[in-house]
C-alpha cells in the first residue's frame, strides 16, 4: 500500500494520503479515532461539508488497496474528491492567502461551537479548488479541552497573519519566501520587518511584536513552562481571540501597487482587429485539440484564459506578476470560473519539489503537467529577457505536453524593441525560422497560423 501513499502526508499520525488509479484515499488511523468519531457525530463534518468550506468526503467501507497495512493500524478509509491541480502558499496571491486565512479562522469558530478545535493551522491545509479556498485535511480536528488555549495560535500567526502583514505593509514578493520556511515565517522575522508604526496596533503588537518576544524569551532559555503560562483561557475568550484575529485579517488591505504587467492589457501594440483575430485562432486550435488540462504560460490576469472554450476541465493560470494575479483571482471568485486556477509563477525559476527530500511539495513543472500548453506573447521575455535559448523554452515546453500553442513575437514589435531600448541586441538568430527549427527536436509536426493585422504568429507545436 506504500507504493500509493502520498509523501507529503507522512507526518500526520493520524492518517495518510493515498492516490491510486487518479483517486485520493485517506486511512484514519486508531490514533485519529477518537477525534473522527467525534468530528462525525458532532455534526462538525455535516456543517462544513453543507458550507463547502472542507473538501468532500465518504467513508468506504472495503479498503481500496489489493494487501492490508502489516501493522493493523488503520481503522478507516476515506475516498476524498480530487483537487484538480494543487498550488502552494509561495504560488498565491494576497487574495488566494487572506481568503484561506479567514477560511481557516471561520471553521475554528464551527470547530468550537460543536466541541471540537484546530490542533494545526498550517496553509497547506488549504487549496484552491472550485474558484475558492477549501480545507482539505480531515483529521485536523481534536477534541476541545475547557481552558486550554488554541494550540494552533502560534502556527497560524506564522502561516497568515505575518506574511498577510508584511505583503500588504511591505512588499508582495514576501510570499516567496514559504519555499524557504516550510513551517511558516519565524514571528522575529516578521516582526523586525514590518513598519515600526505597526507598534502602534494593539493587534500588531499582540499577535506579531509581543508574542515574538514572549517566543524569544522562552527559546532562548529553554524554559519548558510556555504552554504552562499560556495558561488557562475560557471558552469565551478563545472565541473573542479568534473573532479577534478574524477581525483583523479581514481588515489588511491591498491597494494594488504598480507593477510591470499588472495593466498589460491597456499598453499593448494591437490594433482591435488583431487582438479579435488572436482571440479567434486560439479559441479554434483549443477547440480542435479538446483538451482536458491546459495550462497558460504568462497569463497576465487570464484575458485569454477566460476565453478557451468549456471542454477545459482544468485550465492552470500563471503568470509572474503578483498584481495580475490577483486580479485574475478575484475575477474567478467572483464569477465563480471553477475550472480556472491562478498561480504565481516565474517560469526561468519555477517552484521546484521542496520538504524532505524534495518530495514534500512537488514542483511546478511536474504539477502542471498538461494536454496542452498555451504561451502567448511569452517567447520574446523568455528568450530576450532572460537569455533563454530557443531550445530551452521548447525543452520546458516539451516537459508540460505533447502539444504546446505558441505565440511568436518578432523583433521589429514594439513590445520586443522595448526590451531591446535597454541593452544590446545579442540575439543575431532570434527569428521565427530559428524558433520553429529549434522546437522541431522536441515537436515534429508544426502548423502557423499568421495573426492578422500584425507582424506576430501563432505556432501549433505537436509531438
Not at 457525530?41 to 472495503?62: C, D, H, Y
Not at 520587518?193 to 502602534?200: D, E, G, Q, T
Not at 524558433?435 to 497560423?449: D, G, L, M, Q, R
Request: proline share 5%; net charge neutral.
Amino acid at each position: 500500500m506504500s507504493n500509493f501513499q502520498n509523501f507529503g502526508s507522512f507526518r500526520d499520525p493520524a492518517g495518510l494520503v493515498f492516490e491510486k488509479d487518479g483517486s485520493i484515499y485517506r486511512t484514519v488511523n486508531q490514533a485519529g479515532r477518537e477525534d473522527y468519531e467525534l468530528f462525525v457525530t458532532s455534526g462538525l463534518s455535516e456543517t462544513l461539508q453543507k458550507n463547502g468550506w472542507i473538501i468532500p468526503f465518504r467513508e468506504i467501507a472495503v479498503s481500496p488497496f489489493d494487501s492490508k497495512p502489516a501493522d493493523g493500524n488503520v481503522w478507516k478509509f476515506l475516498e476524498v474528491d480530487r483537487v484538480p491541480f494543487i498550488s502552494y502558499p509561495y504560488e498565491w496571491c494576497f487574495s488566494q492567502l487572506r481568503d484561506s486565512a479567514i477560511l481557516t479562522l471561520k471553521i475554528q469558530q464551527a470547530a468550537l461551537e460543536h466541541g471540537m478545535t484546530l490542533k494545526d493551522a498550517s496553509a497547506y491545509n488549504v487549496q484552491m479548488f472550485r474558484s475558492r479556498p477549501i480545507f482539505i485535511d480531515i483529521l485536523s480536528f481534536e477534541k476541545y479541552e475547557e481552558g486550554r488555549p488554541w494550540t494552533a495560535y502560534r502556527q497560524f500567526c506564522m502561516h497568515f497573519l505575518g506574511p498577510l502583514l508584511l505583503m500588504s505593509r511591505k512588499d508582495l514578493r514576501f510570499s516567496a519566501l514559504f519555499r524557504d520556511w516550510i513551517d511558516g515565517f519565524p514571528l522575529d522575522f516578521v516582526s523586525k520587518n514590518l513598519p515600526w508604526r505597526s507598534r502602534f496596533s494593539p493587534s500588531c503588537q499582540i499577535h506579531i511584536h509581543a508574542h515574538a518576544k514572549m517566543l524569544r524569551k522562552y527559546e532562548s532559555t529553554r524554559d519548558q513552562s510556555l504552554n504552562k503560562t499560556a495558561g488557562s483561557i475560557s471558552l469565551d475568550k478563545l472565541k473573542l481571540l479568534i473573532r479577534n484575529l478574524l477581525d483583523m485579517v479581514q481588515s489588511i488591505s491591498l491597494p494594488y501597487q504598480a507593477t510591470e504587467w499588472g495593466d498589460y492589457y491597456n499598453d499593448t501594440n494591437y490594433t482591435q482587429g488583431a487582438f479579435g483575430a488572436k482571440h479567434k485562432l486560439v479559441s479554434e486550435l483549443c477547440e480542435q485539440l479538446q483538451p482536458k488540462k491546459l495550462v497558460d504560460l504568462g497569463a497576465n490576469c487570464g484575458e485569454f484564459s477566460r476565453g478557451l472554450p468549456s471542454c477545459i476541465e482544468t485550465l492552470i493560470s500563471a503568470d509572474i506578476d503578483p498584481v495580475a494575479v490577483d486580479k485574475n483571482y478575484v475575477q474567478v471568485r467572483k464569477a465563480r470560473e471553477k475550472n480556472l486556477y491562478p498561480v504565481l509563477q516565474d517560469l526561468t525559476n519555477p517552484s521546484p519539489g521542496i520538504g524532505f527530500l524534495n518530495r514534500e511539495r512537488k514542483s511546478f513543472m511536474e504539477r502542471a503537467r498538461c494536454d496542452v500548453s498555451l504561451s502567448l506573447a511569452l517567447i520574446h521575455h523568455l528568450c530576450i529577457g532572460n537569455n533563454l535559448p530557443f531550445d530551452y523554452v521548447a525543452q520546458m515546453l516539451s516537459a508540460l505536453g505533447d502539444r504546446a500553442i505558441l505565440e511568436f513575437v518578432p523583433k521589429q514589435d514594439s513590445q520586443v524593441q522595448r526590451l531591446l531600448s535597454s541593452r544590446e541586441d545579442i540575439f543575431p538568430d532570434y527569428n521565427l525560422e530559428s524558433c520553429i527549427s529549434a522546437f522541431k527536436s522536441y515537436f515534429p509536426t508544426v502548423e502557423t497560423f499568421p495573426i492578422s493585422d500584425s507582424d506576430r504568429t501563432l505556432i501549433l507545436f505537436s509531438k
